[in-house]
């Protein structure tokens, strides 16, 4: 478990519950590390779809993940019931680090928290473009300063 000092839910924005499903525990009898990356996945892309009218399916713009990181400070275990924390962090011209965290229902600190950086890209280009403005907006609206 990081050394770190875990998030509280004052320093997020949005929050979106989780389930936990049975194939979430590893071998260990807790959530797999590598499946908190999917939960943040789920809640940054609810949000951009949501909020921000991202189309996923048809879109000409599409956010790829390009850096990413977790801290864990406490285990979960189905049949847990999540809430993840979602805020930006920074937003530049062609993408967003989003800040989010994992926290059991309820629970004020979080069990990991992390970050991952979008960058938004024509998909028929395959190349960076300017955050579209829609999805701006919506980033904006979580914006924290650091």
């Keep these: 478990m990081s ?10 924005r949005v929050f979106y519950p989780i389930p936990t499903r049975w194939a979430d525990n590893d071998i260990y009898g807790h959530v797999n590390n590598v499946t908190y990356y999917s939960y943040f996945d789920t809640a940054a892309n609810r949000y951009l779809i949501e909020a921000g009218g991202l189309d996923i399916s048809d879109g000409s713009i599409v956010g790829y993940v390009v850096n990413s990181g977790c801290a864990y ?32 229902k309820g629970e004020q600190s979080a069990v990991a928290h992390g970050h991952f950086v979008h960058v938004f890209v024509a998909r028929a280009e395959d190349r960076a473009v300017p955050v579209p403005e829609n999805i701006r907006t919506a980033l904006e609206q979580i914006r924290v300063d650091r």
């Design 73 to 104: 400070h406490a285990p979960v275990a189905y049949p847990d019931e999540l809430e993840a924390g979602l805020r930006v962090d920074k937003l530049g011209n062609s993408s967003v680090q989003y800040g989010l965290a994992i926290f059991r």
């Design 3 to 12: 050394r770190e000092q875990a998030p509280v839910r004052d320093d997020y």
